[in-house]
């Protein structure tokens, strides 16, 4: 199963245990924010842990919360975009990645315009209406560039749109310039150069 495989990257891309005043997510742990999060079970067992002279490095050794982070990776991303019914796991990942960081809709909706900007003038398959909706057309869609064996440049469009985006948010907001280049770098950069 491919979700095993992409839960390793994005527990590594998305760090351990923070607390960024300039971050709107504020504390965060395994990039799941308390603030847009609060109900995760996880919280009670980090707040249990912060008693402890170790904390934060302690939290490294509860499974119980280890397994917690992979069911809320599992339910709020991965079976929200239907992971498990997707292939290649390259776009499994790219779509699992991009919507830890920016959602599942955002996700999606690179997805769909990039499938757009690529039927060749509609000779492929019609533009697809971007909603963000990961629905049979879409997917038969998809299917259309896997089988002329396009998923590369597939990627690559997915991960241009996902950096200029990225650039948008940067520009509109000057806090978030501090998160740019971490932004580029692995959401963006790592994803081109897998599929060298």
């Known amino acids: 199963m491919f979700f095993d495989d ?82 290649p796991y390259s776009l499994c990942l ?20 990039s499938l757009s900007i690529l039927n060749r003038d509609e000779k492929l398959f019609p533009d697809l209406l971007v909603d963000g909706k990961l629905g049979p057309v879409t997917i038969s869609a998809l299917n259309v560039l896997i089988n002329l064996d396009e998923i590369d440049i597939l990627l690559l469009t997915m991960n241009i749109r996902q950096g200029n985006y990225l650039f948008e948010k940067a520009e509109e907001n000057p806090v978030k310039e501090k998160y740019i280049r971490g932004w580029l770098k692995n959401r963006v950069e790592n994803d081109i ?4």
Request: with cysteine; aromatic share 14%; charged share 30%.
């Open 94 to 113: 790219e779509i699992f990645d991009t919507s830890v960081h920016e959602g599942v809709t955002q996700a999606v909706t690179f997805l769909q315009e």
């Open 193 to 196: 150069k897998s599929l060298k």
């Open 6 to 87: 992409a839960i390793k990257v994005i527990l590594e891309r998305e760090g351990k245990y923070s607390i960024d005043k300039d971050d709107p997510g504020g504390e965060t742990y395994r990039g799941i924010s308390r603030r847009y999060h609060p109900g995760w079970s996880g919280w009670i067992l980090i707040d249990e842990h912060k008693e402890d002279k170790y904390f934060p490095h302690n939290l490294e050794a509860d499974g119980c919360l280890f397994n917690s982070v992979i069911t809320f990776y599992k339910r709020v991303f991965w079976d929200r975009f239907q992971g498990d019914l997707l292939k």
